[in-house]
């Protein structure tokens, strides 16, 4: 009796101490993709998100499962698309953005490729440029570390490098160190990262990167035409104060939202990406501006509507990643591809007139 009484005394004391622990003493300073969270960083809200979150991803990955089992490839289906809008998760990302964005056909068409690239080369003016960005990219991250064992740094690097020889007319721009930092997190693999770099910024988002950025530039201006259309007060806003889209959305584009917005929620709009290529990218920039039409619209100047741009992409709205995700989907409205083509067309004549 004794006995018992004491482990219930036990029981009841572990209880008590799991009571007064805190969300920030329960919840890892790490995040799953190696970034340390902040001082300032919301670990309450963040484990009561994270509580729903976990029991959407456990039904997701179970889905997922069901649906590869017994297959090294996937079919472009409907269902399909529609698991992906609901999130890829993690165990399969890697598999499902090499096959749905074409990179894993490149990399069967081209063994050794990749690692060519990487011993055939010479190019001190490359490799220098390469070396100044890779202390900067992601400092917060563990992974990133050279005290980390594997470190990613040595494998940024070749990444980088074997890019910048495979595609020339790009070489290196600032930007490019991040999306491949999110695609070794994800793959884990040089070569896959590679491969991904080279849908991205050769199909998927063409000029994007190269010296004129005239792609970048071209989709910056097709958000301004697509604001006008379906959010003209925000457009009305912008003309008021004399606001360039180049200065409130560059780095959106640019970064691909990595360090805008949450990383699960990057993560999520990059399952989007590689599936369904650049639109993506509009139906995010739209949903933020018109979910946050009111906070803009009480902009005053343009350092104001310069604050009110970087306020839109934190809080809740963008943290909890499921219901964003759905919503860029419907907030925005209808976005066909031909919509997209035909602004693009018109935009881009405007900037080559502007430039002549």
């Not at 939202?257 to 650049?278: A, H, K, N, Q």
Request: glycine share 6%; hydrophobic share 40%.
């Amino acid at each position: 009796t004794g006995a018992k009484a004491a482990t219930g005394t036990q029981i009841n004391e572990t209880r008590s101490t799991m009571d007064q622990s805190t969300a920030k003493d329960r919840v890892d300073r790490i995040d799953p993709y190696g970034f340390e969270r902040s001082e300032d960083f919301d670990f309450e809200s963040y484990e009561e998100l994270m509580s729903e979150y976990l029991i959407i991803c456990t039904r997701r990955s179970i889905k997922w499962s069901r649906l590869l089992k017994d297959t090294g490839k996937v079919q472009r289906t409907v269902k399909l698309k529609r698991y992906v809008r609901k999130g890829i998760p993690n165990e399969h990302r890697a598999f499902i953005w090499m096959t749905a964005s074409g990179a894993q056909e490149q990399l069967e068409k081209n063994p050794g490729y990749y690692q060519s690239m990487l011993v055939t080369h010479n190019d001190s003016k490359l490799v220098e440029t390469i070396r100044t960005d890779l202390n900067r990219t992601f400092p917060d991250n563990v992974l990133f570390r050279k005290s980390s064992d594997p470190c990613l740094q040595k494998s940024l690097f070749n990444v980088l490098l074997a890019y910048g020889y495979h595609n020339p007319s790009v070489g290196y721009c600032q930007g490019m160190n991040f999306i491949a930092g999110y695609l070794l997190i994800i793959t884990k693999d040089e070569e896959k990262s590679f491969w991904l770099m080279d849908a991205l910024i050769g199909r998927i988002l063409p000029d994007y990167y190269s010296p004129a950025m005239l792609g970048l530039k071209t989709d910056q201006e097709v958000l301004g035409e697509l604001v006008k259309l379906k959010i003209p007060r925000v457009w009305q806003v912008m003309v008021k104060h004399n606001v360039m889209w180049t200065l409130v959305v560059s780095r959106w584009f640019i970064c691909l939202y990595i360090d805008i917005l949450p990383v699960e929620t990057v993560m999520r709009i990059w399952d989007c990406l590689f599936y369904e290529g650049s639109k993506i990218l509009f139906r995010v920039a739209l949903t933020l501006i018109h979910h946050n039409q009111a906070l803009i619209e009480q902009a005053k100047s343009l350092p104001d509507v310069c604050q009110a741009f970087k306020d839109l992409t934190q809080g809740p709205f963008v943290e909890d990643c499921h219901p964003f995700m759905q919503k860029i989907f419907t907030e925005p409205g209808s976005l066909s591809m031909a919509t997209l083509t035909k602004l693009r067309a018109t935009c881009r004549g405007r900037l080559a007139e502007g430039e002549s």
